[in-house]
């Protein structure tokens, strides 16, 4: 990246610099796609993860004359969000139901495709519980239907092998594998049918304009070709520290079918945004699912949707690791873990 904020050139320019940076992106575009299972041409560079997801969702809804979408209920607000704008035109949006790790019930969404079905939503990971969902049977079921599926992928890049051949819209972020913030990418097929959301010079096959970011573009490619390091063994260690630490702590998510990053658990009795506070005084960052609605923490859709009950669905949080954590900050975590849950504990009065 370094060296590309040295260069000038504007990779839709014709003149050498502008080749230049046209070769520095096409490169990168070619690299990502290697390393997904994806056509370079089916790379639609973005603005990040939740622009590939407004594009992908409302791109290919109103591309067509179908009324349905069906999406998972534990998506990202960068799907449930464009979903919900989409039934403010008009369309009907059905909320495909989870079991109690997260998954989507494949039964019901077969049940539920037809011909006037515009578009499924179903993540690859879940980013708040790390629940891996089933892809590979989801996209062979709406291939079956004729029907586009859209994956949004952000949180399972670069932490699982992704094959996106067969999916017909799939979402990515470059700050989740280590690379600049704000750029990302649709892996759109190229026979989908897809309306674009931003005009302009059509830079990206007409679909997405604006300038590209070469910069950007070359170390989102850079970070997600660098060597992975897995963290599988020190999240084992961590949910195992962190249940005989906290006996009563619960794990969220599936306990097999996980991102090999994250560990998620409800505390009884602690309310996460102070159990969060107390951790991040002894310098560990962790994250509740929680959003503030005005003011007022609003339990995770995500853990509800798993049938959690909302007093415990504010008592969870997410541990994440990533390439540089060791067994000395797991140890750390484990350590400060017990006391931190007792002052929390107090602060919630048990609640
Ligand atoms: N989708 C998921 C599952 C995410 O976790 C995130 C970010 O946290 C996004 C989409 C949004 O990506 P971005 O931050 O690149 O806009």
Known sequence: MREQWQQVGNPSSLHTAGRRARKVVEESREQIAELIGAKPADIVFTSGGTEADNLGIK??????????????????????????????????????????????????????????????????????????????????????????????????????????????????????????????????????????????????????????DVAGVAGFAAALAAPKVDTTALRDALIAGV????????LNGDPVDRLPNNAHFCFPGCPGDALLMLLDAAGIAVSTGSACTAGIPQPSHVLVAMGADEVLARSSLRFSLGWNSTAEDVAAVIAALPHAVQRARRAGGGR
């Open 59 to 212: 791109g290919i809804a109103r591309s067509g004359d179908r009324r349905r979408i069906l999406v998972s209920a534990v998506e990202h607000h960068a799907v449930l969000d464009p979903a919900e704008a989409l039934a403010h035109e008009g369309f009907e949006v059905e909320l495909l139901p989870v079991d109690h790790f997260g998954r989507v019930d494949v039964a019901q969404l077969a049940a539920r495709l037809d011909a006037d079905v515009a578009l499924v939503a179903v993540m690859w990971a879940n980013n708040e519980v790390g629940t891996v969902q089933p892809v590979t049977e989801i996209a062979q079921l709406c291939r079956q239907h004729g029907v586009p599926l859209h994956c949004d992928a952000v949180q399972a890049l670069g932490q699982l092998p992704l094959e996106v051949s067969g999916i017909a819209s799939v979402a990515l972020s470059g700050h989740k594998v280590g690379g600049p913030v704000g750029v990302g990418a649709l892996v759109l097929d190229r026979d989908v049918p897809v309306r674009p959301l931003v005009h302009g010079g059509g830079q990206e096959r007409d679909i997405r304009s604006g300038t590209l």
């Open 243 to 250: 249940l005989e630490a906290v006996p009563d702590a619960v």
